[in-house]
């Protein structure tokens, strides 16, 4: 290799000497840096320079973002039915004690002298956990949903050695564009279509695509439009018998109601942890886990850290800590199978709590709540003239309202409803434009009689 000129563009960042960023481009292969980025919508990209303002003093930034969170209008000034991933569930005042706590508030997937229990709460909340999703294995959080099911998709091409994932055309956009992103190019996505009628699974064609490359078959139960998908075992069969691992993600929270996906062959189950006791946080607090059974084929593929107890060298005394170690990017670094970074520990520690507060009365206490307030709601919209509920399957918090026959937009509708100091459904024209005017409506536990009445007579006035 020749000798690079001597030459100093940044005294701490070496690496924006050109000669030195030539010679690293040309060894991986690439022509210029804008390369790197291609998988960057242009009009994304900063093309000038970027602007940046004279620095604050602390009361000057403090009262500049306060001005800025003025702005919002938050689901405490207002009752807000959206949903779509980030959902509004009652919040027990002890998972915010607990998640404040120096100790854990920033819980880091660091080491031990500096733990202070930590690594036993993540233990406790992988137990709880596993036993709601009624599966052996749960890994510390990732950090959202998106990206547990991408992982869960990774592991299952790399136990296969197949290189095609099937998912539900119906499943949340941002969703499938995460999990194309990170599956690409070791893994192909392949959308499987949907029953018009009821938005269950299209049978016939995920026998047509199903093939001797498919390594897993990916479903959403509830799926992101709100149904129940009935038709589990059914998918099951048909991915194993093609040698396929059948992946299921959940919204937990539905699961003291609904059976759990490993009942019915999954093999593997993902999901958000955000109901479980973590507040929405303006678009915040998401992280997802991954369950499996423990079988050395599934524990060995998991690229995040698992904590474990064992008996230490006292005898009757026990401790808290890795499992497997060696298989994970900490410890393999360049050669690890993904790259897992700091991970949401805080929120899986939170999720721990809401478990253990509410037990399995509680949780099935909460899915009761949820089903029936969320039934009532679909009902009372579907009196009104012109409004329809799209999809006629079983559903749990969330449903497709179809506003066609109004005439009007779910823009303007939602525009008119926030004058009622109410935020409407997410507008999904937009996602599912076939669909037309149509809004994805959620109720949950915090939702009273009261305020779906109110929903209905502002939607009525402003039909």
């Known amino acids: 290799?020749?000798?690079?000129?001597?030459?100093?563009?940044?005294?701490?960042?070496?690496?924006?000497?050109?000669?030195?960023?030539?010679?690293?481009?040309?060894?991986?292969?690439?022509?210029?840096?804008?390369?790197?980025?291609?998988?960057?919508?242009?009009?994304?990209?900063?093309?000038?320079?970027?602007?940046?303002?004279?620095?604050?003093?602390?009361?000057?930034?403090?009262?500049?973002?306060?001005?800025?969170?003025?702005?919002?209008?938050?689901?405490?000034?207002?009752v807000s039915f959206l949903g779509a991933g980030c959902w509004q569930h009652f919040v027990p005042a002890v998972c915010d004690e607990i998640n404040q706590r120096s100790e854990f508030v920033t819980a880091y997937a660091g080491e031990p002298y500096e733990d202070h229990g930590r690594f036993?709460?993540?233990?406790?909340?992988?137990?709880?956990?596993?036993?709601?999703?009624?599966?052996?294995?749960?890994?510390?959080?990732?950090?959202?949903?998106?990206?547990?099911?991408?992982?869960?998709?990774?592991?299952?091409?790399?136990?296969?050695g197949r290189r095609t994932a099937l998912l539900p055309a119906t499943m949340h956009p941002e969703r499938l564009r995460v999990i194309r992103n990170y599956l690409s190019p070791q893994m192909d996505c392949v959308l499987v279509d949907y029953v018009p009628g009821t938005g269950l699974l299209d049978m016939a064609d995920l026998q047509a695509k199903l093939s001797s490359?498919?390594?897993?078959?990916?479903?959403?139960?509830?799926?992101?439009?709100?149904?129940?998908?009935?038709?589990?075992?059914?998918?099951?069969?048909?991915?194993?018998?093609?040698?396929?691992?059948?992946?299921?993600?959940?919204?937990?929270?539905?699961?003291?109601?609904?059976?759990?996906?490993?009942?019915?062959?999954?093999?593997?189950?993902?999901?958000?942890?955000?109901?479980l006791g973590i507040r929405m946080q303006y678009g915040g607090g998401q992280a997802g886990f991954i369950a499996t059974r423990d079988e050395e084929q599934f524990v060995m593929e998991y690229p995040s850290r698992l904590f474990g107890i064992a008996p230490t060298a006292v005898e009757g005394e026990y401790g808290f800590g890795d499992v497997a170690y060696e298989r994970t990017s900490f410890a393999k670094r360049e050669k690890g199978k993904e790259s897992v970074g700091t991970q949401t520990a805080l929120w899986g520690i939170t999720a721990g709590v809401y478990l253990a507060l509410m037990g399995p009365h509680g949780m099935r206490e909460v899915g009761e709540t949820?089903?029936?307030?969320?039934?009532?709601?679909?009902?009372?919209?579907?009196?009104?003239?012109?409004?329809?509920?799209?999809?006629?399957?079983?559903?749990?918090?969330?449903?497709?309202?179809?506003?066609?026959?109004?005439?009007?937009?779910?823009?303007?509708?939602?525009?008119?409803?926030?004058?009622?100091?109410?935020?409407?459904?997410?507008?999904?024209?937009?996602?599912?434009?076939?669909?037309?005017q149509c809004a994805l409506y959620c109720v949950t536990e915090i939702h009273t009689k009261e305020d779906i009445d109110a929903l209905a007579a502002a939607l009525k006035a402003v039909l």
């Open 213 to 275: 490359d498919t390594a897993a078959v990916y479903i959403e139960n509830p799926s992101y439009i709100g149904h129940i998908e009935t038709q589990g075992r059914e998918i099951a069969e048909l991915a194993h018998a093609a040698g396929a691992l059948f992946v299921v993600g959940v919204d937990p929270i539905s699961l003291g109601l609904l059976e759990p996906p490993s009942r019915y062959g999954a093999d593997i189950v993902c999901g958000d942890l955000q109901p």
């Open 370 to 436: 949820v089903i029936r307030q969320a039934r009532y709601a679909a009902n009372r919209l579907a009196e009104l003239e012109g409004v329809r509920i799209r999809f006629q399957a079983s559903s749990f918090k969330e449903f497709v309202v179809d506003f066609n026959g109004t005439g009007r937009t779910v823009s303007d509708i939602n525009k008119r409803l926030l004058e009622h100091g109410i935020f409407g459904g997410k507008d999904l024209s937009g996602e599912f434009p076939a669909w037309g």
């Open 1 to 78: 290799m020749a000798t690079l000129k001597k030459t100093t563009s940044h005294p701490y960042i070496p690496n924006t000497v050109p000669e030195v960023q030539q010679a690293m481009l040309d060894e991986i292969g690439v022509s210029d840096i804008d390369e790197l980025y291609r998988m960057v919508p242009k009009e994304l990209r900063l093309t000038g320079p970027l602007k940046v303002e004279p620095a604050l003093s602390e009361y000057e930034l403090q009262r500049h973002v306060d001005r800025l969170l003025e702005r919002n209008r938050s689901a405490k000034e207002t």
């Open 120 to 160: 036993q709460a993540l233990f406790e909340y992988q137990s709880l956990l596993a036993e709601l999703v009624d599966m052996d294995v749960v890994n510390v959080p990732t950090f959202d949903w998106a990206q547990a099911a991408s992982t869960a998709l990774r592991i299952a091409g790399r136990i296969t």
